[in-house]
């Protein structure tokens, strides 16, 4: 009981620090849509290049296909925590720059209801927005005269699923998450000249609420009592945001101090008047279909190798900044785990998850007739604790989005992140106490 106290305890006071926690990112791709989409699972997941859909493990949360969660043992109780982090190096033609953070990232867990009922529940994000795009330029009727443009954006969705997993036959389980998806995107775009102390700032605040679901299924089964199959898929159902979108134009003293411009706006002490200011409840945001496909296959406990594929159209979508911007989404992950001896007595070593992948994502973006694309390799540990099912698991990331082509920018990234998995037992009565 003190156990399961404890427990509890920690569950509702990492909610809190979530409740306060920032989405990690710097792209100026994130200016349009709803930003940049997580689909790439926890840690796990991300180390074997985001391999997902046709995953399953008893030790593991997945909750990117609801079904994997019923590969839990039926008296079993898993609790997964982690934080994620960024290093970039952006640049163009002409100008580079870098950045780096790392925020809290997830909360989940994961429990039996009965033999063949499974559910789950967590926090995490869903979709980042980040950038801080600033451009100097003549003013036309006057060459003297220089204008100074920021454009800054901020926020994102968060996502709090509810997944059921349900063992239908010996081979075969469906699953499905219930989302509710909220947050606010901000963005700013702020105009001044070098002759005035006044500056003129276009603010768009879009709160977003929204329920949408995944369902999922998965086909496994062994050969030998040594080689094993998974077959998984996937699908999210399209999702239109009745939004309310906050309009305003003001008048400000801003003018690229050290401070962002969302921390001037809220300084009382700052000169900010407003002059035009309107709400609208029903701004249209849109999310399309989302289809996914997944194969994993290999040795019992010793070897893991897969591969997933999804789809999602954009191109008919109308959305935040909806201008012929939109293609069709593409996402290829490929995986491999290994691990030399999972139940090795003297060798920590050989008790270690090797993991290592590589993913291509053909973007919904589409920007001066170019594609943005993003690729790159993984690699990852996973240190199993305590019962063996506990674990810290550790992934790395580092890839390339977009491009210096037709005035665009290239990122250069290496993301990391770290996660805890506790495992434990439920409902076992101690012969001794």
């Known amino acids: 009981m003190i156990k399961k106290s404890l427990l509890i305890i920690a569950t509702i006071l990492l909610t809190t620090i979530y409740s306060f926690g920032q989405n990690i990112t710097n792209s100026p791709y994130t200016i349009f849509g709803v930003g ?39 008296m079993s109780f898993i609790l997964d925590i982690g934080i994620n982090g960024i290093f970039k190096d952006l640049k163009s033609s002409t100008e580079s720059s870098e950045f780096n953070d790392f925020a809290f990232n997830h909360l989940a867990i994961s429990f039996p209801v009965t033999r063949w009922w499974f559910a789950g529940i967590g926090v995490t994000p869903y979709s980042k927005i980040g950038y801080d ?7 036309a009727p006057n060459d003297t005269v220089q204008m100074h443009y920021d454009y800054y954006g901020n926020g994102g969705i968060n996502q709090l699923f509810i ?16 989302n509710y998806l909220f947050g606010s995107l901000e963005q700013y775009n702020m105009v001044f000249s070098d002759i005035s102390i006044f500056s003129t700032v276009i603010a768009d605040e879009v709160a977003i609420k ?19 199959y998974n077959v998984g898929v996937t ?30 706006l809220k300084s009382n002490s700052r000169i900010v008047d407003t002059i035009t200011s309107s ?15 997944g194969f994993t296959t290999g040795i019992e406990n010793k070897l893991i ?38 139940y090795s007595l003297r060798n920590y070593f050989k008790r270690i998850n090797y993991r290592a992948g590589a993913y291509l994502n053909n973007s919904y973006l589409k920007i001066n007739g170019e594609q943005i ?61």
């Open 36 to 74: 940049e989409i997580d689909r790439n699972g926890f840690n796990n997941s991300k180390a074997m290049g985001g391999l997902a859909t046709g995953l399953r493990k008893s030790n593991q949360i997945n909750y990117m296909n609801p079904a994997a969660m019923s590969a839990q043992d039926t």
């Open 133 to 139: 795009i600033q451009q100097v330029g003549d003013f």
């Open 163 to 178: 997944s059921n997993s349900f063992k239908i036959f010996d081979n075969l389980s469906v699953g499905f998450n219930f």
């Open 210 to 228: 929204k329920v949408t679901f995944d369902f999922g299924a998965q086909y496994y089964n062994t050969i030998q009592d040594k080689y094993f």
């Open 235 to 264: 699908y999210s159902n399209s999702a239109s945001f009745n939004s309310e979108k906050k309009h305003s134009v003001l008048n400000t003293t801003y003018n690229w101090s050290e401070m962002t411009i969302v921390d001037y």
């Open 279 to 293: 709400i609208d409840s029903k701004y249209n945001v849109e999310i399309p279909d989302r289809y996914s496909f």
């Open 305 to 342: 190798v897969g591969f997933d594929y999804s789809y999602q159209d954009w191109s008919k979508v109308e959305t935040i900044n909806s201008n012929d911007t939109y293609d069709v989404d593409q996402y290829y992950n490929f995986g491999i785990e290994y691990i030399p001896n999972k």
């Open 373 to 433: 694309s993003n690729y790159g390799i993984t690699f990852g540990l996973g240190f199993p604790l305590a019962n063996q099912r506990t674990s810290i698991n550790l992934s790395c990331s580092m890839g390339k989005k977009g491009t210096t082509d037709s005035g665009l920018i290239e990122e250069n990234y290496t993301a990391f992140g770290i996660n805890l998995t506790l495992y434990d037992f439920w409902f076992i009565k101690r012969k001794f106490q």
